[in-house]
């Protein structure tokens, strides 16, 4: 079964509460699907590289998706009519991503600098 890495961002506006209810949406999506959503995680409110559609932050979520093709293809189509989602990304993996992210690991190296 074919595995992929999809990252979204929401616009700022909304809360963190109301984005994860977005990839809790996503995720009953895949399932209807015959997918399975093996890892979900909210990297948080993050500034952007430049402004996208006027806004200069976004909520960025993070899905490892395991199924086929056509998941990742309703998943785009329905992103796209979407106001909340800013811009979104999906990378075809080897295997699923064991443990936390690239991302959430940072987050945490950030607790344990020296002062």
Do not use: C
């Not at 948080?44 to 086929?68: C, D, E, F, T, V």
């Not at 992103?79 to 991302?103: K, N, Q, Y």
Request: proline share 5%; aromatic share 8%; no cysteine.
């Amino acid at each position: 079964m074919p595995y992929y890495e999809h990252t979204f961002i929401t616009r700022p506006d909304l809360t963190p509460q109301q984005a994860q209810a977005l990839a809790e949406g996503f995720t009953q999506v895949v399932e209807e699907l015959g997918g399975k959503v093996v890892k979900t995680e909210y990297w948080g409110l993050k500034s952007l590289a430049y402004r996208i559609k006027k806004h200069r932050k976004g909520h960025y979520l993070h899905l490892n998706i395991a199924g086929p093709s056509k998941i990742v293809v309703e998943l785009e189509r329905q992103e796209r009519f979407s106001e909340d989602i800013l811009r979104w990304l999906t990378v075809r993996a080897e295997s699923p991503e064991e443990g936390p992210s690239v991302m959430m690991q940072s987050r945490s190296g950030r607790d344990d600098r020296r002062r």
